[in-house]
């Protein structure tokens, strides 16, 4: 039972927030998460047709169905844990993917909290949003030369590029000729090639700025290059460097059905095209590259998945410090030799202090 103090108390309070700019009108967040968060979407202009479409994704399948109906000022920090323990409770979707729902929650939100609808944002589960990928297979230099047999000749440079310039399938899917310098040996990434879900085919600009790059091309897979563009790449600057069957872009489908049929063949199941880009990154972590130089080469602009690599960069430390143990070895004389030179040494005079 509310006392008249508590009134007074409630309203000095409300008083209080109001003066210093920090008072929310109650009836401000009486609007449900699913009506908030498709009118946040469609104020998203800038956002590029696959982001938008991974967004919706997320939110009618894994955060709407749960928390579609909740107003935003009855959102709390406990329902939003349930929701998000539900989730990882039921396995599906991936742990990953739950990572991302919850930071695209938490963002939603973040703009209500902006717009004045609720007085602070419920997403506040520590380590909610970090995502904790399992480590991805890394392939031999013999397996990789086995999978690019096995998918053909048509397509073998997808695999060989995918591995020894890290580009991603995407990227790879939107190479045109003019891109590729032969003489110069690199590829220039300007854009990457998508599907939506209609099976819209979308070319655009990499996802960040630092997915605009230069990458230079092994010379021992050049000439492979230059086959292919000679034998199976039409003339003009734009033409496709991957086509299907049609002698239109390769398709997603179509690529990832050659791909599962190859890996079958091989004995690596298991293995993802994405594989290919974490193996070719670890060998050049392996030769030397600094963490710098591995965000140019893969298109991060962050260190974070960079750094994954370095532990290749630790096995090659550990490398030269073994040939160096060699190399000391070798300099040595022998144990004999050690032995004499030190018994030729003068005996030291009794009269030194």
């Known amino acids: ?58 939110l009618k399948n894994h955060i709407l169905p749960t928390l579609g109906d909740v107003e935003l000022s009855r959102l709390t920090t406990e329902r939003v844990r349930c929701w998000h323990a539900g989730l990882l409770a039921a396995g599906m979707p991936g742990e990953v993917t739950v990572a991302k729902c919850y930071r695209l929650l938490r963002t939603i939100l973040a703009t209500a909290v902006e717009d004045g609808l609720i007085v602070k944002n419920p997403c506040n589960i520590r380590n909610a949003a970090v995502e904790h990928s399992p480590e991805r297979r890394t392939a031999t230099i013999g397996q990789i030369g086995a999978l690019a047999d096995s998918v053909g000749d048509d397509l073998r440079l997808m695999v060989l590029l995918g591995t020894y310039t890290t580009l991603r399938l995407g990227e790879l899917l939107g190479l045109e000729r003019r891109h590729i310098d032969i003489d110069g040996g690199t590829v220039d990434v300007v854009q990457q090639a998508q599907e939506l879900r209609s099976g819209q085919g979308i070319v655009g600009p990499p996802k960040t700025s630092a997915g605009v790059r230069t990458v230079t091309i092994p010379e021992s897979i050049r000439a492979e290059v230059a086959a292919h563009l000679a034998a199976r790449v039409g003339p003009a600057p734009d033409a496709v460097v991957f086509t299907g069957a049609d002698g239109m872009p390769l398709r997603r489908k179509a690529w990832t059905d050659r791909w599962h049929r190859a890996r079958e063949e091989v004995g690596l199941p298991e293995m993802h095209f994405h594989d290919c880009r974490h193996t070719g990154s670890t060998l050049a972590a392996a030769s030397g590259a600094t963490t710098k130089e591995l965000m140019r080469r893969m298109g991060h602009a962050s260190p974070r998945a960079a750094l994954i690599y370095q532990h290749a960069t630790r096995d090659r430390d550990a490398a030269i410090a073994a040939a160096l143990s060699d190399l000391i070895d070798r300099g040595r004389p022998p144990a004999s030799e050690e032995l004499r030179s030190a018994d030729d040494q003068p005996e030291p005079r009794s009269d030194v202090p």
């Open 1 to 58: 039972m509310r006392t008249k103090r508590a009134a007074e108390a409630f309203e000095a309070g409300e008083r209080t927030d109001q003066g210093r700019g920090a008072w929310i009108d109650p009836n401000a967040g009486q609007i449900s998460l699913e009506t908030y968060s498709t009118s946040w979407l469609a104020a998203r202009a800038s956002l590029r047709p696959g982001t938008r479409e991974l967004y919706d994704g997320h």
